[in-house]
C-alpha cells in the first residue's frame, strides 16, 4: 500500500509544471483523501520511531490523594470503543476489586521515563517520571514498603492480596524506580532527591530487617538447607522478586556507595547464583534460575530478571561467577525456549504455550541485551531482536502485537486469537522493549519471521535442515481397548485449563505418532506422582521394547515433574508407537504429555533481506551437525555466531549456533 501511494503521488508531481494550480490541488485532495479514509499504515521499524509514548499518555489522569495533594497516574487497563476495530479509540477501565491506578505499573512508567530521559535528555519525559515517582511516594506504607492500588478518586486498596504492603513485586519495583531517580534528580532537583533518599533508606530498612530475621515455616528452611541457600537473603523465597530488590539496591549503592546496601547486594547474588539450575539431568530447566524456592518444576519468563541482576552487579564489582552465571542462562536457556516453543508463558515442565503476553518478551530482551553489555558479544543481540520480533508478527497470530504508529501494545496471545485490550503494563512492555533494541544490532532482527508467518521469499533447504521442534502428545489424546481414559482437569500457572490422565492398574494406554523430522529423539514423560508411599513405577513400551521407568516423587499437589523413558532414532515421516501401563494398584499418578526432544533443535526465520538458522543441542551428548545447503534467488554473505564464538558444525551439550544470511541484490 505505501509503495502504491508513493506510485499515485509521483505521478501528480510530475504534472505540476503543465497545470501547477490545479495539479497541486489534486495533489492535496488526494493525500487528505488516503489519509482520512484508509486504515493506518504499518510502516517499518526501519521508516519510524520504534518509541511512542501515545497511547501512554492516554492512560494519564489526576486524582486528590488521601493527603489533599494533586497527583498524576496512569489507568492499569485499557479496552477499544470497537472491539472489532483495535486500531481504533481505546478507554480505560478500572480493574475490578483491586483498583484503577498501581504502583506495580506506575513504577514501570517512572523507569521507561528515566531512561527515556537518559538516552535523549528529553525535559517532558523527566516531568512525566517525576510524577510517577511523586505517586509512589503517596503510597509508601510506614514500613518502608508500598501499597499497590489506588481507585479512581485515589484512594488506597491497603487490604487487598494484590495491594497490601510488604515485601512483594509491586514494593521491589517501587524501590527500583526511587534508586534510579535518586541518580537521575541528584543534579536535576536536589531537594527531590532527598524525598527518594528518604524513601529508599526506609524501604532498605526493611529488607535488612528481613535478613537478619527471616519470618518462615520449617518446610521452607529445609528448601533453603537444600539449596545451600542462607535464609532471609531471598526475599519472599523468590529469586525473581530478589533480582529486582537487587536492581534497586544496585542504584543505591552507585549514588551513595553505602557498605551496608554492598553486603546486601552480595548476598542476594550469590543467592541468586544458587537458584541455577546447573544439572543437565533436569530437563527442561537446565540453565534456567528457579523464580522461586518452593517450586523447582516451574520457570517462567515473566518478571524473572536474575540474569539482569547478576550480569550487572557482576561488572560493577568484578564477580565474575554473577556473571558466568548469568551468561549461561542467555546461553542455554534462552536458545532452547527461541528454537522449540517461542514465547511460551511458562515450563511446568512441559511448555504453557499460552498466554504469550508482552511482559516476558521485555523481560527477557532486558537480560539479553545486558548480557550482551557486559560480555560485549553480538550473539546475545541477535537472540534479543528475535525475542522481540514478537511484536511485529512472528507469533502465533502473525498480526503486529505492537503498533508502533499509534504506541499500543496488545494485551496478548492465546492460539491465534488476540487479546485486543492494551493496558499499561503491555505497552510499558513494548516500550522498554524498544528502548533497549532501538538503534542496536537487535533492531536488524525484529522483523524476521517464522516459516507460518513468512510471506517472502522461500528457502530451498535439505531435509537434514528442516525444521525440528519438540513433539509433544497431550497424554489426554492416548488410545485404549481396555477401559475410556479418567480424565482429570489441571489447572496450568497461565489460567488455562487443561486434562491429565489418572493412571490405573493393569490399563495400557498408547498411541502411533507421525515424527515429520527424522533424527534421534528423546522421549520424556510429563507427570504427577500423588502419595509418599506408591512406590511410582510405570511400564514403557517403546520400539516394542517394554522398560520399567521409575517416577520421582512430585513435591506438591499442583507439580509436575518430567522423566526419561529412552531415546530413539526416528526416520523422516516415520510412525512410532508409545504405550505405557501401571503394573501398581496403589499408586497414583496423572500423565500430561509426553514430549519427543530432537537432539538438534532448528528454528529458520526470515525477511527480505536475510535468514537465520538457530540449531540448539539440549542434550547430554555432543552431535556433529553439516554445513547447510541453502539455494537463495539471490546471492548472500554467511556469518556464524555460536555459544563458543567460533564457527562450530560440532554442537557440543548444551551448545547453540545462529547461521545470518545477508540476503544480496547484486
Known amino acids: ?15 505540476i509544471k503543465a497545470n501547477k494550480t490545479t495539479s497541486i490541488i489534486k495533489l492535496l485532495i488526494f493525500i487528505i483523501v488516503i489519509f482520512t479514509f484508509s486504515p493506518p499504515l504499518r510502516v517499518s521499524a526501519q521508516e519510524q520511531e520504534l518509541v511512542n509514548f501515545s497511547h501512554l499518555e492516554s492512560l494519564e489522569f489526576s486524582f486528590t490523594g488521601e493527603d489533599g495533594k494533586k497527583y498524576t497516574s496512569w489507568a492499569i487497563y485499557s479496552e477499544p470503543d470497537d472491539p472489532k476495530n483495535p486500531d481504533g479509540k481505546y478507554h480505560p477501565l478500572e480493574a475490578k476489586g483491586e483498583g484503577y491506578s498501581c504502583a506495580d505499573d506506575t513504577s514501570r512508567i517512572a523507569i521507561l521515563y528515566m531512561k527515556y530521559y537518559e538516552k535523549t535528555g528529553d525535559p517532558a519525559s523527566l516531568q512525566k517520571a517525576r510524577s510517577a515517582l511523586e505517586f509512589l511516594l503517596y503510597l509508601q506504607a510506614e514500613d518502608g514498603s508500598f501499597y499497590n492500588f489506588v481507585n479512581r478518586q485515589g484512594k488506597i486498596n491497603r487490604k487487598g492480596d494484590t495491594s497490601k504492603s510488604g515485601i512483594s513485586w509491586w514494593s521491589g519495583r517501587s524501590m527500583w524506580a526511587v534508586g534510579i531517580g535518586i ?23 526493611l529488607l535488612i530487617k528481613y535478613r537478619r530475621n527471616p519470618d518462615m515455616d520449617a518446610d521452607t528452611k529445609k528448601l533453603y538447607t537444600l539449596r545451600g541457600i542462607t535464609p532471609g537473603t531471598l526475599p519472599q523465597d523468590s529469586g525473581a522478586i530478589t533480582s529486582i530488590y537487587t536492581l534497586a539496591l544496585l542504584e543505591y549503592y552507585q549514588a551513595t556507595r553505602d557498605d551496608k546496601v554492598k553486603k546486601l547486594i552480595f548476598d542476594y547474588c550469590d543467592s541468586m547464583t544458587k537458584m541455577e539450575e546447573t544439572s543437565i539431568d533436569r530437563y527442561p530447566f537446565v540453565g534456567f534460575h ?92 541477535i537472540l534479543a531482536g528475535l525475542y522481540a520480533s514478537w511484536f511485529f ?95 482429570i482437569p489441571r489447572l496450568l500457572n497461565g489460567g488455562i485449563k487443561e486434562q491429565v490422565v489418572k493412571m490405573e492398574a493393569g490399563v495400557l494406554m498408547g498411541r502411533s505418532l507421525l515424527i515429520p523430522v527424522g533424527g534421534e529423539y528423546y522421549i520424556y514423560l510429563v507427570y504427577r506422582k ?105 546471492p548472500g554473505k554467511m556469518s556464524f555466531y555460536s555459544s563458543e564464538d567460533t564457527l562450530i558444525l560440532h554442537l557440543p551439550s548444551l551448545g547453540w549456533m545462529i547461521q545470518v544470511v545477508e540476503k544480496s541484490n547484486n
Open 1 to 15: 500500500m505505501i509503495n502504491s501511494i508513493k506510485e499515485k503521488i509521483k505521478e501528480y508531481t510530475k504534472t
Open 183 to 205: 541518580n537521575i534528580f541528584k543534579n536535576q532537583d536536589p531537594e527531590f532527591c532527598k524525598r527518594l533518599v528518604s524513601s529508599f533508606e526506609k524501604g532498605l530498612s
Open 290 to 381: 528457579y523464580p522461586t524456592l518452593h517450586n523447582t518444576d516451574l520457570v517462567h519468563l515473566y518478571g524473572n530478571r536474575q540474569v539482569m541482576a547478576l550480569s550487572l552487579c557482576g561488572k560493577i564489582f568484578n564477580n565474575k561467577s554473577w556473571i558466568d552465571s548469568a551468561r549461561r542462562e542467555a546461553d542455554i536457556s534462552y536458545p532452547f525456549i527461541l528454537s522449540s516453543y517461542g514465547i511460551i508463558f511458562a515450563l511446568s515442565p512441559g511448555a504453557e504455550k499460552y498466554p504469550q503476553i508482552a511482559y516476558s518478551v521485555e523481560t527477557t530482551v532486558s537480560n539479553l541485551m545486558s548480557v550482551a553489555e557486559v560480555n560485549r558479544q553480538d550473539r546475545f543481540k
Open 393 to 487: 508478527g512472528n507469533n502465533p497470530s502473525g498480526e503486529y502485537m505492537y503498533l508502533p504508529y499509534r504506541g499500543r501494545a496488545f494485551d496478548g496471545i492465546d492460539g491465534k486469537k488476540i487479546n485486543p485490550n492494551a493496558g499499561a503494563e503491555s505497552t510499558i512492555s513494548a516500550l522498554l522493549t524498544m528502548l533497549e533494541i532501538e538503534n542496536t544490532p537487535a533492531q536488524e532482527y525484529i522483523y524476521l519471521k517464522g516459516p507460518d508467518q513468512d510471506d517472502g521469499e522461500k528457502l530451498t533447504l535439505n531435509l537434514w535442515w528442516a525444521e525440528a521442534v519438540p513433539v509433544v502428545m497431550p497424554c489426554k489424546e492416548l488410545k485404549t481397548t481396555t477401559s475410556s481414559l479418567k480424565l
Open 530 to 634: 500423588a502419595g509418599y508411599d506408591s512406590p511410582g513405577e510405570i511400564l514403557c513400551t517403546l520400539e516394542e521394547r517394554e522398560k520399567k521407568v521409575f517416577l520421582p516423587q512430585s513435591l506438591g499437589d499442583d507439580q509436575f515433574k518430567s522423566v526419561l523413558l529412552g531415546k530413539t532414532r526416528i526416520k523422516p515421516q516415520e510412525t512410532i508407537k508409545i504405550a505405557l501401563k501401571s503394573p501398581k494398584k496403589e499408586q497414583e499418578i496423572y500423565l500430561d504429555s509426553i514430549v519427543l526432544q530432537p537432539r538438534v533443535q532448528r528454528r529458520i526465520f526470515t525477511s527480505d533481506k536475510k535468514t537465520v538458522i538457530l540449531n540448539m543441542n539440549p542434550t547430554p551428548q555432543s552431535v556433529n551437525i553439516p554445513s547447510p545447503t541453502l539455494n537463495f534467488t539471490t
